[in-house]
């Protein structure tokens, strides 16, 4: 699974980006996109996913301000409102296998959201 992501980039607060993430797949299926994010000396945490039935979950920090969206193999996170608590290194995660129960984490390389005035 190779994933490519764009977008993130500075911002002030109240501001907002957009993040974009493209899986390129070979046979089986996408059952997951989403979005985490981990900022300086903190763990990696949920920021929004999206199933393949539709069903999306958001972290409760985010609800309200980013909206998560999936076309097949892409999925895009807009972000508003913006907050410096939201500076992050953010992943692109795509939960990928043949089946539910076999289907890995696959993870982008990150990009950089920075929040300031």
């Known amino acids: 699974v190779q994933i490519e992501e764009s977008g993130g980039g500075l911002a002030q607060p109240g501001g907002s980006l957009n993040l974009s993430c493209s899986a390129s797949?070979?046979?089986?299926?996408?059952?997951?996109m989403g979005w985490y994010r981990q900022a300086p000396g903190k763990e990696r945490e949920l920021v929004a996913t999206?199933?393949?039935?539709?069903i999306i979950n958001y972290a409760d920090s985010v609800k309200g301000r980013f909206t998560i969206s999936r076309d097949k193999n892409t999925v895009n996170l807009q972000m508003s409102n913006l907050a410096p608590e939201d500076t992050a290194v953010y992943y692109c995660?795509?939960?990928?296998?043949?089946?539910?129960?076999?289907?890995?984490?696959?993870w982008g390389q990150g990009t950089q959201v920075t929040v300031s005035s």
């Open positions: 999206i199933r393949n039935t539709g």
């Open positions: 995660n795509v939960f990928y296998g043949s089946t539910y129960y076999n289907a890995d984490d696959y």
């Open positions: 797949i070979r046979i089986f299926t996408i059952f997951v």
